[in-house]
């Protein structure tokens, strides 16, 4: 009895994280991210999240506004459309930085197109059939200099080709191009005053919001990892620049614990701070939380220092006066610096997914188990009928019922397979509580349990408790 009960435990193996491979057909398996177009053969590199995957991207959204929005008293949130005025794209720099054969000056951090660089020397023709691998070589061989400081310091040369272009409107010409959001920070900054205005927001303050964003990533893969369509949630949080508190480590702080809070291994973070050569032409400052996902390192979360970059920018583009007027202080207008915490959504989500990823040794048996925090966990509880005997059915419909109602929790009611599949099943979808009705808690079998007693078994631990319905009711509620 004791050495069965020792062997029914589970033990952690010293395992790897998972392998993409198995995560990716988890996923698949039990309803939490499809393949995007599927039945015609798909669309490289697009997911769709199924009816579970939605439920843990909808935790965890929520989850992230809670924490960063509403329970701040220095922070608003925002919604902004997707399609934008093109001039948006100008001012901030992705209409001239991000196209075409990109090069970045070393010495001073000035971009520009190194194809038409070497067209002031060579002529168009010549340079129309170099390959992009050739650019950054002719440049340095034929000493062509930044023409803002002058130097020879010539990075290798990117094709971006990031943003997506439509059409807006019935005709398809350049006068109605518009561009698909590449990242949602923009629309913070063009609804800065709007936000001050009508807000009455003082410094130092937040915006946050969530949305989708698209880049034409030159190389998408590793599943949701990185896609041409993607949700960001992103925080804009602007600061006297007079302010000498240190906003930016405190964001670190904050994020930190946000994710290892939600119960992410610290052990698999690490923190990264870009190297100057590597900063964005925005940033004075950035740091990025890295995950150790299957293939490596890579970033989950960016912390940038954008200065006063974005609103200056917008003022000199859109001639609006963008400056915050110092309410303490007749006289002082100032443009507020920004500390830009930026998390995308979906590599969140595949974060949880891989660390929560988990295969244990029961008995001879392995059970996959993913170990999610139970504020993110798609389904809180499920509620198992032993077998699909009527009365044992009907008796645990009502309890279902009785659950939802007086709860709000999201259960799941599961009668097909025998009970121990079920309880697979739940474990494989983070499901951290299973109820089994039995024939103890209709009085049928009095070895089973006293009348209106149901078994209460935990993900983890594997433990089963007899509890009364009204016991388990009420601890729920709490
Ligand atoms: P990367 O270096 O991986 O391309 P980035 O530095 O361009 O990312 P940011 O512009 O800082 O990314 O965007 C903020 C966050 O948005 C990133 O930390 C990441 O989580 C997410 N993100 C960016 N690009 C993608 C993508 N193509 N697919 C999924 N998420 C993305």
């Not at 032409?281 to 200065?307: C, M, Q, V």
Request: net charge negative.
């Amino acid at each position: 009895m004791v050495l069965f009960f020792f062997l029914s435990l589970p033990y952690t193996l010293p395992m790897p994280a998972p392998t993409l491979d198995a995560l990716v057909s988890l996923c698949k398996r039990r309803g939490f991210i499809f393949p995007g177009s599927e039945i015609y053969g798909g669309l490289a590199n697009t997911w769709d999240y199924g009816p579970l995957g939605v439920e843990l991207k909808n935790r965890v959204k929520q989850l992230w506004w809670k924490t960063f929005v509403r329970e701040r008293a220095d922070m608003v949130g925002l919604d902004a459309s997707i399609l934008m005025n093109p001039k948006v794209w100008e001012a901030s720099g992705h209409v001239g930085s991000f196209t075409d054969p990109l090069v970045d000056c070393k010495n001073c951090k000035q971009r520009f197109r190194g194809d038409k660089l070497l067209e002031e020397k060579l002529g168009v023709e010549a340079v129309s059939v170099l390959k992009l691998e050739q650019v950054q070589p002719m440049l340095v061989a034929e000493k062509i200099p930044c023409p803002s400081c002058g130097k020879v310091a010539w990075t290798e040369a990117k094709k971006f080709n990031l943003m997506f272009k439509t059409h807006q409107g019935v005709v398809e010409e350049d006068a109605a191009l518009v561009y698909m959001r590449p990242e949602t920070a923009q629309g913070i900054f063009v609804n800065f005053k709007n936000v001050v205005d009508t807000m009455r927001m003082r410094l130092p303050f937040g915006v946050g919001q969530i949305g989708k964003a698209f880049r034409n990533e030159i190389t998408p893969g590793n599943f949701t990892f990185r896609t041409r369509e993607f949700e960001q949630m992103e925080i804009e949080y602007f600061i006297d620049p007079e302010d000498k508190t240190d906003h930016f480590g405190a964001w670190q702080k904050a994020v930190w614990e946000w994710y290892t809070g939600l119960g992410i291994d610290p052990k698999r973070l690490r923190i990264r701070e870009h190297g100057k050569d590597e900063l964005s032409h925005y940033s004075s400052k950035t740091i990025d939380i890295e995950y150790n996902f299957p293939w490596g390192f890579g970033e989950l979360f960016g912390l940038a220092n954008r200065g006063d970059f974005d609103l200056s920018q917008h003022e000199k583009f859109s001639g609006q006066e963008l400056r915050y007027a110092d309410p303490d202080h007749e006289q002082r207008k100032i443009l507020p610096h920004v500390i830009e915490p930026s998390f995308g959504c979906d590599r969140t989500v595949l974060t949880l997914l891989l660390d929560a990823y988990t295969e244990e040794k029961v008995g001879d048996d392995t059970r996959v188990v993913l170990k999610f925090d139970p504020r993110i966990a798609p389904i809180d509880l499920a509620i198992l009928p032993l077998s699909k005997k009527e009365h044992l059915t009907a008796k645990a419909q009502e309890l279902y019922k009785k659950i939802v109602q007086e709860t709000g929790l999201t259960v799941d009611f599961d009668v097909s397979g025998s009970i121990g599949k079920r309880y697979r099943r739940h474990d494989e979808i983070g499901t951290p509580k299973c109820i089994t009705v039995d024939f103890g808690t209709i009085g049928e079998d009095a070895a089973q349990g006293e009348l209106d007693t149901v078994t209460i078994r935990d993900r983890d631990t594997l433990k089963q408790e007899r509890v009364t319905i009204s016991a388990l009711v009420s601890a729920l509620k709490r």
